[in-house]
């Protein structure tokens, strides 16, 4: 699947759009709020620049999780960002009350006239009625009684019978109040800033690696069950290096992800790995902001259903992407970049096992998913030939 031109547009002139607009030249605060995982949070990035677009003058917000507020610091459309701290659990229920209550006078402060709230999470409920939004939009959701009917104004409607891709779920909170934005518009933006930058720099030029001359690997998710195989791995690595190419490991500082990038370096043919400058390991030793810098860099990702995948779209870095029972009509790369500029990709998923994507953690349950397992090297490394080939010209 490669990435659709993007075309500079105005927009439609619609014969029908919705009755109950949000007036936004009264709108001066709006809240966003995303309470989700880093990739979640990253693929609501183009819900602030769109906001932004079209209501100029207004100080658009984010509540976010504290782990996850690196995916939105920097945000050129952010005015401001506020955190919950997953650890103010271990404060006991006075020091959480506390923290909790904390946030919610900082929310009033803000007065904000339209609260965004883009997931299903409660918690959004009483944050929208206690910070006296004007205007509140929340997804429907079914069995949700009055308490959560009462506390928004606008109630966004899921497909039923057709996947639709993150990004666009999250713009259609938009589409709800009456903001239609165009193609360009649509980027996922994340902006590593000038200390990641100048550490990223730092590595390559140790390494002997300059930016646009190594392909990066980052073989985990924190999901475990949307792992490749280590042989798979090993064999698209060795390839590459066979081939003259540089090769950059990255990974999270976990247990599993280092284990896995250690087998990985230890299972590659030692003539071929050995060579100066010729494998570099970042894994465990990047920020988030560092990661993204250093993706920018990338000649190309490769990599399964992750945060760092979705990181290479918002750096515009060519991507090719393992999926097995997750779904990526809704969670792949996403061919836009920040800048606006179209980012070719390919996914490389089962066509022989119709069960996928089923969202189960391994067959069964069972932690390994047959429909990754049976993805061969071959595959893969075609498809990266064909990515770089359309983006680059040849690469041999």
Do not use: D, H, I
């Given at each position: 699947m490669s990435a659709s031109p993007v075309t500079s547009a105005t927009p439609l002139s619609f014969t029908a759009r919705v009755p109950d607009p949000v007036p936004l030249h009264e709108v001066r605060r709006v809240l966003v709020i995303k309470l989700r995982h880093h990739g979640d949070v990253l693929l609501s990035s183009?819900?602030?620049s769109v906001l932004k677009a079209a209501a100029p003058y207004a100080e658009i917000d984010a509540l976010v999780y504290a782990d996850t507020r690196e995916m939105l610091a920097g945000h050129p459309a952010i005015a401001q960002l506020h955190t919950i701290d997953?650890?103010?659990?271990?404060?006991?229920?006075?020091?959480?009350?506390?923290?909790?209550?904390?946030?919610?006078?900082?929310?009033?402060?803000?007065?904000?006239d339209l609260v965004l709230h883009l997931t299903e999470h409660r918690r959004g409920a009483w944050i929208t009625r206690l910070c006296g939004a004007r205007y509140g939009v929340a997804p429907r959701v079914k069995g949700r009684g009055g308490s959560w009917k009462r506390s928004f104004s606008h109630f966004v409607e899921a497909p039923s019978n057709a996947l639709r891709h993150t990004v666009e779920r999250n713009l259609d909170f938009l589409r709800r109040i009456g903001v239609y934005p165009v193609p360009a518009e649509r980027g996922v933006v994340l902006v590593p800033g000038a200390a990641a930058d100048a550490r990223v720099a730092g590595l390559l030029a140790e390494a002997g690696l300059a930016p646009g001359n190594f392909v990066q690997i980052h073989p985990a998710s924190r999901w475990m069950f949307k792992g490749w195989t280590l042989d798979g791995w090993i064999d698209l690595a060795a390839r590459l290096l066979a081939r003259g190419t540089h090769v950059v490991f990255t990974g999270a500082p976990s247990p599993a992800e280092q284990g896995l990038v250690q087998a990985i370096r230890a299972g590659l043919p030692a003539g071929l790995a050995d060579a100066p400058g010729r494998v570099l390991d970042l894994s465990g030793q990047l920020s988030l902001k560092e990661l993204a810098a250093l993706t920018a860099q990338a000649r190309a990702f490769v990599g399964v259903d992750s945060a760092p995948m979705h990181i290479a779209?918002?750096?515009?870095?060519?991507?090719?992407?393992?999926?097995?029972?997750s779904g990526d009509k809704e969670w792949g790369p996403w061919p836009i970049s920040g800048a606006g500029r179209a980012v070719p990709h390919r996914v490389v998923a089962s066509t022989s096992h119709p069960c996928r994507p089923c969202g189960i953690d391994g067959c069964g349950g069972g932690k390994v998913s047959d429909c990754l397992v049976s993805l061969t090297p071959e595959n893969v490394f075609a498809a990266l030939d064909a990515l770089l080939a359309e983006a680059e010209g040849s690469w041999r």
């Open positions: 183009p819900v602030f997953r650890a103010w659990k271990k404060l006991g229920p006075l020091g959480q009350l506390g923290a909790e209550w904390g946030l919610l006078r900082t929310l009033r402060g803000r007065r904000y779209a918002a750096m515009g870095t060519p991507a090719v992407a393992l999926f097995g029972p």
